[in-house]
């Protein structure tokens, strides 16, 4: 970590009759820098950093501010983030963990190592922009979230669960949800009681592995997700949240979809039940022939669910825009994937589009899926 000032001076010169002759006013302008180093590899692709948030806010920075990003003569723009949320899609950001008071830098939706070449060992400067334009929409969608059920007017807004439909998707096959297997808060007594009620016999959990849901179950041994997963009906890895990042895990979800046996109703959900959750679910949506539009409400009805957001706000359009549609660019883009960066989102409209062709053309091209696998896939989603 390396403080500095990087000074731009700017001379103004004015001649003006006086009585001591010639005025010359100067002015100059100051920008503070601040060097960071990454120190490790961190969580799900993040690098850590030398620096505190206290080194931000040392030259002017704090959450919510677009920061000017050095490396190796390229320069980009990096937000502030806090406790990983309200993150722009598609933007390099820092987040500032607050619990442990760790900083590490990452690529929403990207590879930070791949897109800039930054590594371990290697330094690059900072100096303050300005807010983010998004930043003072979001109030709500910056909280985190509330942790008690009496903050939500229905168990189903708290537990964030209900059955995915849309298309010819089959009611009955597939619900989404927070976890059944967190006990950070009260949330999974009632995603469980929905597992129970609606029978559901396999579960895809995309935020934990098996062995920590195995130590949920030696302290909740008496939960029916808990008698799911003794019996071998829980398929658990880490998904990284950087679904389009990772096609071999698109590939592994839809796998345990097609393996679900016939008549068994899936539960599919990460912690929360809205990011990772609400990717798999736009692809599965899009394979049933979801429009667009359908898919992008289902998918902010989970932000609206947790955060309390209310529906066509300016706060709900702003995170259509700022998240969904930028990352279901990428699905109709996928070259761009190494590249987020070089495109100038802040004056891009990602819109509407067939949601079957695009998605499908996706796994055909970047997930490796042959037609006849996507044919049977589409014909079990729709029952």
Request: proline share 3%; hydrophobic share 35%; net charge negative.
């Amino acid at each position: 970590m390396k403080f500095g000032i990087r000074t731009v001076a700017v001379i103004v010169i004015a001649a003006a009759v006086c009585s001591t002759g010639i005025c010359v006013f100067v002015y100059n302008n100051s920008e503070k820098t601040l060097t960071a180093t990454v120190t490790d590899d961190g969580y799900f692709g993040s690098l850590a950093l030398d620096i505190k948030m206290d080194d931000l806010r040392s030259i002017g920075a704090d959450y919510g501010y677009d920061l000017n990003l050095t490396y190796k003569g390229i320069h980009k723009t990096c937000f502030v983030a806090k406790d990983w949320d309200g993150i722009p899609a598609c933007t390099i950001f820092i987040n500032h963990t607050t619990t442990t008071g760790t900083v590490v830098i990452s690529l929403y939706n990207g590879n930070i190592t791949k897109e800039l070449g930054l590594d371990v060992g290697e330094s690059f400067t900072l100096s303050v922009k300005g807010i983010n334009k998004y930043y003072p929409l979001i109030p709500k969608y910056l909280t985190g979230g509330w942790p008690n059920r009496e903050d939500y007017s229905t168990d189903a807004q708290y537990g964030n669960y209900r059955a995915l439909t849309g298309g010819g998707l089959d009611s009955d096959l597939l619900f989404r949800s927070s976890s059944p297997f967190s006990d950070d808060d009260d949330r999974y007594k009632y995603v469980d009681k929905y597992y129970k009620d609606n029978n559901i016999q396999y579960i895809i959990a995309l935020d934990q592995s098996e062995e920590s849901i195995a130590k949920f179950g030696e302290r909740h041994p008496d939960t029916y997700s808990s008698s799911l997963f003794n019996s071998g009906k829980v398929h658990a890895f880490e998904a990284s949240p950087a679904v389009t990042s990772h096609p071999e895990e698109i590939r592994k979800v839809l796998d345990l979809i097609m393996s679900a046996p016939a008549g068994d109703s899936i539960g599919i959900f990460c912690e929360c039940g809205k990011d990772r959750t609400g990717l798999y679910a736009a692809i599965i949506q899009a394979l049933a022939g979801t429009s667009y539009e359908e898919i992008r409400a289902d998918f902010l009805l989970s932000l609206c669910n947790y955060y309390l957001i209310e529906k066509g706000s300016q706060e709900y359009e702003a995170i259509g825009e700022m998240y969904f549609d930028r990352v279901m660019y990428i699905f109709e883009h996928p070259e761009i994937i190494d590249h987020l960066t070089e495109l100038d989102w802040d004056h891009m409209t990602p819109g509407s589009y067939d949601a079957e062709q695009v998605i499908t053309e996706y796994l055909v091209n970047q997930v490796g899926l042959d037609q006849i696998y996507i044919d049977a896939l589409k014909l079990k989603l729709k029952g």
